[in-house]
């Protein structure tokens, strides 16, 4: 029986929390495939309100497992952390870790701090987590994997090496603090014993539940556009936040997949630097990032708003495949006066629909833009679709129609029942 990958569509912060905790009621299991503590994913039921980083969104159900497949990268202190919230709320959903997924160990949360300085105002603007230091050992074939904490000492002794180099790197390119061994060591020890329980063979695992008729749920973080290829580099992330992060994340075959979802605020939000097209600056930006509440999951930063980008948005549906949209957040436009849809842009004066590679190019599109006005009523919570203004439905029907990919789901409100469902996506 099938997965089903569930995709940002933009920037990241679309609302993936909440729908994958919805739709995990259905699932066998739910696996996060990318990323790490970078993402941030809220979710709101009956057991409180949540915000996850590495944990996947399908605790709340009993016989949903969760796995944090092979793509993700691990900081072990802050999964205990996680775990222990899990546990302490009694989710009761069971976590397993891949033995494969790499170990974020304290040099790489220096080194991105350290990097981003000396970057100076070329800065990307990451969320300081280690994320791409991690990835970059990990491609260079020197990270650490979680199956290598079932062997502490071993694990100690390759150490001492590695955390030499890294604080050559660290005290004499970067100017920075050296990481200490011994604290290294002891962290070493807390991690083996208190996640050694949770490592396993997630991709055999995976494949037994396909072999049984389960349901899977591959769980993305980030979104299409700070993928590390397609996105806009060098403005992303370090990971494969789009389908095929979803196949070499959890190591199962693409053949099993069978639907992609695609998930979109019902407009734009970006954190940290790079090119957004429809971005809303001055004062109308500040409004409607109050309003909204933009700040983000992880770190709290502003989050950039803008309108909705349909070219980027078609960008991202053509990219991955995907064969339905979740709309959230419909309810956070219920003041507006005037709602802009880009669908279009202009570019050195001649107008293009097609999301240019080039990031400075990118920067140039004047957005060309559709626009309505605003339903000025509640959407919040509306579980019917009939009982939407007419004017939020003609808004959904644009998307759907510049998208050219079918809604199922339309998202009004943060707890899990606040939605419209138009079509199942994960059937059992
Ligand atoms: P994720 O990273 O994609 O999981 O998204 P985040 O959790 O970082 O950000 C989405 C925010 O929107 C969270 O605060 C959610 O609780 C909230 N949210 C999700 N769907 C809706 C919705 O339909 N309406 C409103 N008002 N909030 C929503
Ligand atoms: P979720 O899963 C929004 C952004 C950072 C920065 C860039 C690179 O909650 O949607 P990194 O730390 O990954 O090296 O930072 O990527 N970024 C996100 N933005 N949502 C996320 O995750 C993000 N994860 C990373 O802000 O611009
Ligand atoms: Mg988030």
């Not at 089903?4 to 990241?12: E, L, N, R």
């Not at 580099?233 to 370090?238: A, E, F, K, N, Q």
């Not at 936040?241 to 997949?257: C, L, M, Q």
Request: aromatic share 8%.
């Amino acid at each position: 029986m099938p997965a089903y990958a569930v995709i940002g569509g933009q920037w990241g912060d679309e609302g993936k929390g909440k729908v994958i905790d919805y739709l995990a009621k259905d699932a066998d299991l739910v696996t996060r495939y990318s990323g790490g503590n970078n993402a941030g994913h809220t979710v709101i039921n009956e057991h409180g309100n949540f915000a996850f980083h590495l944990v996947p969104c399908g605790t709340a159900w009993p016989n949903t497992l969760n796995a944090i497949g092979n793509g993700v990268v691990v900081d072990p202190n802050v999964l205990i952390e996680e775990i222990k919230k899990v546990h302490d709320a009694n989710l009761p959903g069971k976590i397993i870790i891949s033995a494969k997924a790499h170990i974020i160990m304290p040099y790489h949360v220096e080194l991105d701090k350290l990097q981003e300085i000396q970057r100076g105002s070329s800065a990307i603007g990451t969320t300081g987590r280690g994320i791409g230091p991690a990835y970059v050992d990990k491609v260079g074939r020197m990270g650490i994997r979680m199956g290598e904490l079932l062997d502490p000492q071993k694990l100690k002794t390759k150490l001492k090496n590695i955390v030499d180099q890294k604080n050559e790197l660290i005290t004499k390119i970067y100017d920075g603090l050296p990481i200490n061994i011994t604290d290294v060591h002891d962290s070493v020890d807390n991690w083996h014993e208190h996640l050694r329980p949770y490592i396993t063979d997630v991709g055999k695992k995976t494949n037994e539940l396909l072999n049984q008729n389960g349901n899977i749920i591959l769980e993305g973080a980030q979104g299409t556009l700070l993928d590390l290829d397609h996105g806009t580099y060098p403005y992303v992330t370090s990971s494969s936040s789009t389908i095929g992060g979803a196949i070499t994340g959890t190591g199962i075959a693409p053949k099993e997949i069978s639907k992609i979802t695609g998930i979109y605020k019902s407009y734009c939000t970006r954190v940290g630097s790079g090119p957004f097209p429809t971005e809303l600056t001055g004062s109308k930006g500040d409004k409607i990032r109050q309003q909204a509440r933009e700040f983000g999951t992880t770190t709290g930063r502003a989050r950039r708003v803008g309108w909705f980008d349909a070219v980027a948005g078609r960008f991202s549906a053509k990219l991955n495949g995907f064969d339905s949209l979740v709309i959230t957040r419909l309810d956070i436009l219920d003041e507006w006066e005037e709602i802009k849809i880009c669908c279009e842009y202009e570019l050195d004066g001649k107008i293009i629909a097609d999301f240019p590679i080039d990031i400075e190019q990118l920067g140039r599109c004047i957005p060309k833009y559709k626009s309505l006005s605003g339903w000025k009523t509640s959407t919040s919570g509306i579980t019917q679709y009939d009982d939407l203004p007419k004017q939020a439905q003609t808004y959904l029907a644009i998307l759907e129609s510049e998208l050219a990919v079918p809604i199922y789901l339309i998202s009004t409100g943060p707890e899990r029942n606040e939605v419209i469902t138009l079509n199942e996506i994960v059937t059992r």
